[in-house]
């Protein structure tokens, strides 16, 4: 059980980052980008790659670059196109298949076991420590933390305080001299490349990489955003951060008590569907259960009253 619960934890730190980007996007800019599938196995490839070749530190920006131009483009593809945003993310998507088929070599599996990545430099700095059966616990706590704090001072800026206004009143940021569309390329990028990031730690957490590692990655991140909403529904954005973060974990603790129940692995996408719709329903039925609660009265009394 610890052993499942320390794997929760590792996923939920990594994976933190995706759900970082989908604050950024999503909760800031008013944006749901559905290239977020796409985008992660992008930063696993290229990762990959770059860490296969020999370069485990530099795979990291590479991939974080490869984020960056997924997001370029399907900012581009809204700003300066006219397609809608929704419609622009599945086109994204569906075109990095194809191109993370052509960064792995024409291979849908790349092994990495004999490869150096930062996971197994951070083993043997720590290696004789209390701390070195969680380097990957500590990688991923250092990764989610430096996102939030990133997070934290940019949307502090200029630059950052004009991305949030375009997601709320973009037409209050036009007649203010910005251009919404120079804000909208440039969160989707910042987006893009803190989830290709997120699925190059993951590769090289595991050791692999295949063209469907990021497969249902933007329904796991909506879930765990809605969920760290929980934590912290309003306050200062350092806090909302977090409480995306808390979300993420959390998330991956329910995955992990449904493998405990000896749940098919096959279900488990059908648990991120349920966790989503709780999720976004529940506010919403909680709002309306008065109303609820006195027309269940009312039909009651009625029958009642019939039966009498």
């Not at 375009?166 to 569309?181: F, L, Q």
Request: glycine share 12%; with cysteine; proline share 3%.
């Amino acid at each position: 059980m610890l052993s499942i619960l320390q794997t929760a934890l590792e996923l939920g730190l990594i994976g933190s980052l995706t759900v970082l980007a989908l604050f950024l996007s999503y909760t800031m800019l008013g944006v749901c980008d559905l290239s977020t599938d796409g985008c992660f196995t992008l930063g696993a490839a290229v990762g990959a790659v770059v860490a296969i070749s020999g370069h485990p530190w530099l795979s990291l920006p590479a991939a974080m670059g490869a984020g960056v131009l997924s997001g370029l483009v399907t900012a581009l593809l809204q700003t300066k196109l006219g397609i809608d945003s929704l419609l622009a993310g599945i086109i994204v998507n569906t075109g990095l298949y194809s191109i993370n088929i052509a960064v792995m070599g024409g291979a849908s599996l790349l092994n990495m076991n004999k490869t150096t990545t930062v996971f197994t430099m951070l083993k043997t700095l720590l290696a004789g420590s209390a701390a070195a059966g969680y380097y990957k616990m500590i990688a991923g706590l250092i990764a989610a933390a430096l996102t939030v704090l990133f997070l934290s001072a940019f949307l502090r800026t200029r630059l950052g305080l004009a991305i949030h206004a375009t997601g709320d009143n973009p037409d209050m940021v036009r007649s203010s001299s910005i251009n919404p569309a120079f804000t909208t390329v440039v969160g989707l990028c910042v987006s893009g490349s803190l989830t290709a990031l997120s699925g190059c730690l993951l590769a090289q957490s595991q050791k692999s990489v295949n063209i469907d590692i990021g497969s249902g990655m933007v329904t796991i991140a909506l879930a765990s955003l809605l969920i760290g909403r929980a934590f912290a529904p309003k306050g200062s954005i350092p806090r909302r951060a977090v409480g995306a973060v808390i979300g993420a974990v959390v998330f991956r603790l329910v995955y992990a008590v449904a493998l405990r129940l000896n749940m098919p692995a096959f279900m488990l996408k059908l648990v991120s569907s349920v966790i989503v719709i709780i999720a976004i329903a529940g506010p919403y039925l909680r709002q309306r259960w008065p109303e609820l609660r006195r027309r269940l009265e009312h039909a009651r009394g009625k029958g009642g009253e019939g039966r009498a």
